[in-house]
């Protein structure tokens, strides 16, 4: 039997978080745990974890609003999640392109607008559930137009071999569709490597430099 996803959400919309109870409610493989109107709450609800070493994770993954009343700052409430071992879907009712990426580097694992079905919603907590992250058109929308120092800037054969590479070629591979040596290939494929992590975004293996490619937006297949 497949494991059940948990799931918590974070926002203070009352109605928000009555409806979600609903909405959820009879979705197989998925199981609303909580909802809280901020981080604090929730993070204070988790059940402390049996050995006392470190925080518990509140559940598999947390759907968290984009800006809450309480002050807090997104970037911070993603990290505190991730530390106590979730996963976040950054959900928000409008598309706040400087927001959203920001939100993603901060290591949210996805972007949805509260007006997507049902269907959207699940789709992207399994996706993030499973680890492949959750990838929509408002958060490639954000990403396309993201000028911040963040996003590295590419030249179109660095950024092909990204692409081949990243979705699954080998680097031979990659080369030959180019029209390359392999030795090429890997000369743009390092540059690329370089650029990421000066951008202060590393990625080091090929699923790393898939994530970063998808980030900013690029069709990763």
């Known amino acids: 039997m497949a494991a059940v996803i948990s799931v918590a959400v974070v926002d203070d919309d009352r109605m928000l978080l009555d409806g979600m109870a609903s909405w959820l409610g009879g979705v197989p493989g998925i199981r609303l745990v909580a909802v809280s109107t901020t981080v604090d709450g929730l993070l204070a ?34 990290r505190r999640l991730l530390g106590a071992g979730s996963r976040v879907l950054v959900i928000s009712t409008v598309p706040d392109r400087a927001r959203v990426v920001e939100a993603l580097r901060a290591g949210a694992d996805g972007y949805l607008t509260k007006d997507n079905d049902l269907s959207t919603l699940v789709a992207a907590v399994e996706d993030i559930a499973a680890g492949r992250g959750a990838h929509s058109p408002e958060l490639a929308f954000a990403w396309a137009h993201d000028t911040g120092p963040e996003r590295p800037r590419l030249s ?12 699954g070629m080998t680097l031979h591979s990659a080369a030959r569709r180019a029209g390359i040596s392999a030795a090429t290939a890997k000369d743009y494929l390092d540059r690329v490597k370089t650029k990421y992590r000066q951008a202060g975004r590393p990625a080091h293996t090929k699923i790393e430099l898939a994530r970063r490619a998808r980030e900013d937006g690029l069709d990763v297949y």
């Open 156 to 167: 179109p054969r660095e950024e092909q071999i990204l692409l081949d590479y990243a979705s």
């Open 45 to 78: 609800a988790a059940p402390a974890p049996r050995d006392g070493a470190g925080a518990a994770a509140p559940c598999d993954v947390v759907l968290l609003d984009l800006r809450l009343r309480d002050g807090s700052l997104p970037r911070d409430n993603i």
